[in-house]
């Protein structure tokens, strides 16, 4: 079973291992909603709770994907937490509090549900960061007076964006970050910015262990933009944890999980095999059963490219 940890002030406790639904708007390869449901029901077997999505995945299909899912799985709705986005379409970007309020009654459709509860705007290093601050976060905080999101959140990349908004709200304003990239084997950046986010009282989300497919086997999907000399690292790394017998993911995905100080690691699901094999990874670590070995090996394999990223979004933070 996945533990359960305290997401900053919220006072939501989140599974350490949690669901990215992104897949199930079939970006990775096709899912059907037979498959997305038994997935779905297997995550709450093993004590999943946290689902994370936006109509940004699949052009809104993940959203209805995983709202029919919940759904025909039938846990009642105080028993789960669901984040959906905002500002991010497969249109294109818009954070304004015309298109954001518009935006989550959308979404609370397609989810079949009466409120989300965090709303998180989506890549804002994609938008001008000041209106973030003062003009969507306002209108999300007139969502939260109306009951239909929880908490707020902000996602992204380049990890300055957090700290440009955060010093610029009002405390207590924004409730979560969602970082991705920033805390894997090859990236563990996203750690200088904790103690900062403590201090502030805001609730840690990190996404993609496995690096959006960086740290597999079957290594990332085409559209990925790591550099060529990343990309190589990764794979020798995995080709080496594959002749050595072990998954390069388990070991990704339990690197992540050690960090006590993030709430949850949002790791992308698409089958009842990937759930097994992510919660018993989180299983076994909390068992003590670490393979130390292995990932020496694997940080040596990655040091020459280690913290190396990708440019993304507009900003200069
Ligand atoms: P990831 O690093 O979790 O990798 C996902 C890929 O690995 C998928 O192809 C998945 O099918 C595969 N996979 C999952 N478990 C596996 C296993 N045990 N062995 C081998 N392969 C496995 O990256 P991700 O999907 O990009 O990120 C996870 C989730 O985090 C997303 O679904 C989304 O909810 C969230 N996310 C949010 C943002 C943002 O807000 N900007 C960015 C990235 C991710």
Known sequence: MAELRSLGN?????????????????????????EAIATVREAFRLGINFFDTSPYYGGTLSEKVLGKALKAVGVPRNEYIVSTKCGRYKEGFDFSAERVTKSIDESLERLQMDYVDILQCHDIEFGSLDQIVNETIPALQKLKEAGKIRFIGITGLPLGIFSYVLDRVPPGTV???LSYCHYSINDTTLEDLIPYLKSKGVGVISASPLAMGLLTES?????????????????????FCKKKGKDISKLALQYSLCNKDIST??????????????????????KGEKDEQTLAEVEEILKPVKNQTWPSGIQQV
């Open 10 to 34: 919220t006072g939501l406790k989140l599974s350490s291992v949690g669901f990215g639904a992104s897949p199930l708007g079939s970006v990775f390869g096709p899912v059907s909603d037979e």
């Open 175 to 177: 409730d979560v970050i």
């Open 265 to 286: 690691i949002l790791v992308g699901m698409k089958s009842v095999e990937q759930v097994r094999l992510n919660v018993a990874a989180a299983t076994e670590l909390a």
């Open 219 to 239: 290594g990332p999907p085409e559209w990925h933009p790591a550099s060529p000399k990343l990309k190589a690292a990764c794979q020798t790394a995995a080709a």
